[in-house]
């Protein structure tokens, strides 16, 4: 995808587990092929910027020889499914037999197609946007939700038919097809997030119990890191004999039974390793270091603000009223606008700002939470 930086490459690893020696040989090869940014998106996949066309061949052929990638359908689990005690239904095997069903649409289906099937375990999916959108229940069916249509429980091989028929319809209509065009979002129904979840920008978990062990979360500051801060990490994880990696939806690094030693040292390299770290209630897209469309450096500025954002509040710095780092609303917006910063109270980056700020202002210190609105 060519973005303002260069060729971006969104990596799906297989089953979203890697080991530390991965990631960081894929972190090196993010710096020789590209500006050696690399991010983990809201959906836990792997992103790689500043790719060229004349380096983005080399780099594909060399991640595909490092790991298992995903191809075709995106079709959404939890990163710990079927190691995770309280999940009420393992996920893989609907992932398979969804995915291997839909293996022959795939061409015909838009990019942004997307399955999400949540076990009901530690890690919720809500948060993802989802055409086929299933939840386990308690008495061993699913809730299926098809666009936005209303949810209908059915057992395991309900779901799959069910699952593969919409899809087969999709991919007859063609790649702009999205199943709220086949079932649309009707007024009644409501969302699956409630009104306090819409206001927390990471769903915070720091320890999660798995099978055998734990797993600890640590997050990437805005989604993103420099390969260099990444090796460090993955140093330090083989150091601690660390095996497993998973990347989680929400822009978090999953670390199997990290010991304390290595949560500090993620703190001290710069990752969000505490619940109460403000930049957990903060999201800012990579603006115009990285965007044609962005009018300002939207995670720059996040930077400077997070450590000044009020406790309880959450903060949204977007490039441009695309909003693409978070289309919900927050406390306070600050929009990239041809003519300033425009400044949003309780919306999203796409509402009308109630006034524009002075950049210089903002940088020396100026806040808009200070006094409320
Ligand atoms: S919000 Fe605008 S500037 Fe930011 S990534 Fe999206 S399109 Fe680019």
Do not use: Y
């Not at 939700?145 to 028929?165: E, F, I, N, S």
Request: aromatic share 2%; with cysteine; glycine share 10%.
């Amino acid at each position: 995808m060519q973005t303002g930086d260069g060729l971006l490459a969104r990596v799906r690893v297989a089953g979203a587990r890697l080991t530390p020696a991965d990631l960081a040989a894929l972190a090196k090869l993010a710096d020789e092929h590209g500006n050696g940014l690399i991010e983990i998106t809201a959906r836990g996949n792997l992103q790689v910027r500043g790719l060229r066309p004349d380096t983005a061949p080399a780099f594909a052929e060399a991640v595909a020889a490092l790991l298992p990638i995903e191809t075709g359908l995106a079709i959404d689990i939890s990163p710990i499914a079927g190691d995770d005690p309280e999940e009420i239904a393992d996920p893989r095997p609907l992932a398979d037999a969804i995915g291997k069903g839909a293996a022959g649409m795939a061409e015909r289906l838009g990019p942004k197609v997307s399955v999400v099937i949540d076990g009901g375990g530690q890690i919720s999916l809500s948060q993802l946007k989802a055409d086929i959108r299933l939840r386990a229940q308690p008495d061993n069916s699913w809730a299926v939700t098809l666009g936005g249509g209303k949810p209908q429980h059915m057992d395991a091989q309900g779901v799959v038919a069910t699952a593969l028929a919409l899809l087969g319809a999709l991919a007859a209509i063609g790649p702009e097809a999205r199943a709220t065009d086949l079932f649309p979002v009707r007024d009644q129904v409501s969302s699956p997030e409630s009104p306090e979840a819409s206001r927390v920008l990471i769903h915070w978990r720091p320890r999660l119990n798995l099978v055998q062990g734990h797993s600890r979360a640590i997050a990437l500051p805005f989604g993103a890191a420099r390969s260099a801060e990444i090796i460090a990490l993955c140093d330090a994880a083989m150091a601690s004999k660390l095996t497993r990696m998973r990347l989680a939806p929400e822009h978090i690094l999953l670390l199997d039974n990290a010991p304390d030693t290595l949560i500090a040292q993620a703190a001290e390299i710069g990752f969000i390793t505490k619940a109460d770290d403000p930049r957990t209630r903060v999201s800012a897209c990579i603006g115009s270091r990285g965007c044609t469309s962005g009018h300002i450096a939207a995670r720059d500025l996040a930077v400077q603000l997070a450590p000044r954002l009020p406790a309880g509040q959450t903060l949204h710095v977007s490039g441009c009223a695309k909003g693409c780092a978070h289309p919900r609303a927050s406390d306070v917006t600050l929009v990239g606008q041809a003519d300033g910063i425009g400044l949003v109270f309780g919306g999203r980056a796409g509402d009308r700002p109630s006034k524009f700020l002075d950049a210089a202002a903002l940088g020396a210190g100026a806040f808009p939470f200070q006094g409320g609105r």
